[in-house]
C-alpha cells in the first residue's frame, strides 16, 4: 500500500483517478511503487502522449551528432513528402513546441475528429506520412500561436528518419533505451509499413518509465553514462512555446506546470499517463492510468499538485 510519507488522501487519489500504477523516485531510489486495477511490475503499459518526450530526447541527439543543421531548418528540407502541405513553410522548432499552426482537432470524442480519422488511418492499413502530408489547412501562421497538434510529433519522427535514413524504433533503441537498461524490452506500435506510432504509442513498464525520467532528472545521464545533453534538456523543458498567458508552458515536447519551480517538467497521455520530474528535489514520479475522467475541469491541475505534495512530503 502507500508508504506512511506519502500525502494521507494518496488513496482516494489513486481510486479516483483510476491509477494503474505510481512509483515514486526520490535521489534515484524507489521509495513507492504500488499497483491497481490487476496490473503489475511486468505489465508494459501504453504511453500515449508521454511518448513524445521520448522523441523529443532522441531529437536532441541526433541534433548534437550534426545530421540536423538547425531548428529554424523547415521541415520540408528533411520530409520531402510534407511540400504542399500544412506543413510546408514550418520550421522544427515550431513542430517541437506544437506551434505548426496546422489546423488538426484533437477531440477523442467526436468521431470525425482528426485525432480519430488518424486512429482509423492506423487501424485499417493507411500510413502516417500520407496523413500528414495530407493536411491542408491551417489555424494560424507557423509560430504564431501555441495548439496542440498530435501529429506535429508525427513529422518530427518524419524529420529524424529524413536526416538519419534510419526508422524511430531502432534510432530509439540504440541511442536512448539501451542505456537506460530495461527490465522489458519496449515496442511501438506502428502503421501499415511499419513506421512507429511516434506520437503515442511506446509500450513501456513502469519502472522503465521512471528510469527514463531519472535519466531527464539526472541531467541527461544515468549509471554514468551520458545519453544527452544536459544543454538540450534545458532548452527542452523550458517554457518557450507561445502558450496563453497563465496556462500550463510548453517547450519541445515536454510541460512545464503553470508558477511551477525551477528544475519541475513533466512528459503527459492521455487517461493519467505522467513522468513528473522534480529536479530541485531529486523526485521522479510515475504514474500509469485509465481515467476516463481526465479531460474533466481541473482533473490535470489536480493530478499536479498531488505530484506537487508527493515531491514536497519526501
Do not use: C
Amino acid at each position: 500500500g502507500p508508504d506512511a510519507t506519502l500525502p494521507e488522501n494518496i488513496g482516494a487519489w489513486i481510486d479516483d483517478r483510476t491509477v494503474t500504477s505510481l512509483l515514486v523516485l526520490k535521489n534515484g531510489e524507489i521509495v513507492h511503487e504500488s499497483y491497481h486495477q490487476d496490473t503489475g511490475t511486468d505489465d508494459r503499459r501504453i504511453s500515449w502522449s508521454m511518448a513524445k518526450s521520448f522523441l523529443s530526447v532522441l531529437f536532441g541527439i541526433v541534433l548534437e551528432e550534426g545530421h540536423i543543421d538547425s531548428l529554424d531548418d523547415p521541415v520540408t528540407k528533411y520530409a520531402p513528402a510534407l511540400k504542399d502541405s500544412a506543413y510546408d513553410g514550418a520550421t522544427i522548432r515550431n513542430v517541437l513546441q506544437m506551434a505548426s499552426g496546422v489546423k488538426f482537432n484533437e477531440d477523442y470524442l467526436d468521431y470525425n475528429s482528426d485525432i480519430n480519422r488518424m486512429g482509423r488511418v492506423l487501424a485499417l492499413g493507411g500510413t502516417m506520412d500520407g496523413f500528414a502530408a495530407g493536411l491542408t489547412e491551417r489555424e494560424a501562421e507557423p509560430g504564431e500561436r501555441w495548439l496542440y497538434v498530435s501529429i506535429d510529433t508525427h513529422v518530427i519522427g518524419m524529420v529524424i528518419r529524413g536526416a538519419t535514413g534510419r526508422d524511430i524504433p531502432s534510432l530509439l533503441s540504440e541511442k536512448v533505451i539501451a542505456p537506460l537498461g530495461l527490465e522489458q524490452p519496449p515496442y511501438y506500435i506502428t502503421d501499415r509499413d511499419g513506421v512507429a506510432f511516434v506520437l503515442g504509442g511506446l509500450n513501456m513498464t513502469t519502472r522503465d518509465y521512471a528510469r527514463f525520467g531519472l535519466m531527464v532528472e539526472q541531467g541527461g545521464t544515468i549509471a554514468g553514462r551520458r545519453v544527452v545533453s544536459e544543454d538540450w534538456l534545458e532548452q527542452s523543458t523550458t517554457a518557450s512555446a507561445p502558450t496563453e498567458p497563465g496556462e500550463i508552458g510548453y517547450g519541445y515536447q515536454w510541460w512545464i506546470p503553470e508558477g511551477a519551480e525551477p528544475g519541475i517538467s513533466l512528459a503527459r497521455g492521455i487517461y493519467g499517463q505522467y513522468i513528473y520530474i522534480d529536479r530541485a528535489r531529486d523526485v521522479v514520479i510515475v504514474t500509469t492510468g485509465a481515467d476516463r475522467k481526465f479531460r474533466e475541469e481541473g482533473v490535470h491541475d489536480a493530478n499536479i499538485a498531488m505530484f506537487r505534495a508527493i515531491a514536497e512530503s519526501l
